[in-house]
């Protein structure tokens, strides 16, 4: 079983008892008041594994499923067995907990802000996807087909501009760090993935 099907099922699982739970599902999600308050850091972490709704919830582990497993192919190519899957399952943890640094930093004494969700870490994940495939067809929000390099690109520029003009409760900016960190994280693992990103990049460019 790959780790993407893994992180899948324990995610549904924790979210489905956390929606039957609320004082599990209170304890669980991101909450930088008391974060800052009583130092309760390992919500940065267990926030990825909660949803506000089944909705949210089926979206989310969809997009998880059709990139993740992509990704992970590739860092079992790119790395090997053991340190792909570690490299994976680290790019996937550390992205949940640095896509809620921005909005603990911006929300600490705000006892009314709250989030959940695992789409910080999603967005590391397309975001590692673009690094291996810019060119392949995505569609934006689901509905605009475009190459992944310029989906990347609008939804960096939506997710920016959503942080600071919506009030729609939902937490822009984990999707937008979410997203460069796992671009950043990738890159990292392996510098030669910059090079022959930036190759098919080029490739492909119409000038």
């Given at each position: 079983m790959s780790l993407t099907l893994i992180i899948i099922i324990v995610t549904?699982?924790?979210s489905y008892q956390a929606l039957n739970n609320r004082s599990m599902f209170n304890q669980l999600m991101h909450y930088p008041y008391a974060e800052a308050r009583d130092k309760q850091y390992y919500r940065f972490l267990t926030s990825g594994f909660v949803h506000g709704s089944i909705g949210h919830l089926v979206i989310n582990m969809y997009v998880l499923y059709i990139f993740g497993e992509a990704v992970e192919r590739q860092f079992l190519q790119e790395f090997g067995e053991t340190m792909g899957r570690?490299?994976?399952?680290?790019?996937?943890?550390?992205?949940?907990?640095?896509?809620?640094?921005?909005?603990?930093?911006?929300?600490?004494?705000?006892?009314?802000?709250?989030?959940?969700?695992?789409?910080?870490?999603?967005?590391?994940?397309?975001?590692?996807?673009?690094?291996?495939?810019?060119w392949n067809m995505l569609l934006l929000f689901f509905i605009i087909p475009m190459p992944a390099?310029?989906?990347?690109?609008?939804?960096?520029?939506?997710?920016?501009?959503?942080?600071?003009?919506?009030?729609?409760?939902?937490?822009?900016?984990?999707?937008?760090?979410?997203?460069?960190?796992?671009?950043i994280f990738t890159?990292?693992?392996?510098?030669?993935?910059?090079?022959?990103?930036?190759?098919?990049?080029?490739?492909?460019?119409?000038?």
């Open positions: 549904s699982i924790i570690l490299n994976y399952l680290l790019l996937y943890l550390i992205t949940i907990c640095l896509g809620d640094i921005s909005t603990y930093f911006k929300h600490r004494n705000n006892p009314g802000f709250s989030s959940v969700g695992a789409s910080g870490a999603i967005s590391g994940i397309v975001f590692a996807y673009i690094i291996f495939f810019p390099i310029l989906a990347g690109l609008l939804y960096l520029g939506y997710s920016s501009y959503a942080s600071k003009n919506s009030n729609d409760r939902i937490d822009h900016d984990a999707h937008f760090y979410g997203a460069v960190f796992g671009f890159i990292a693992l392996k510098p030669s993935l910059l090079g022959e990103f930036l190759d098919q990049v080029n490739q492909h460019l119409p000038f």
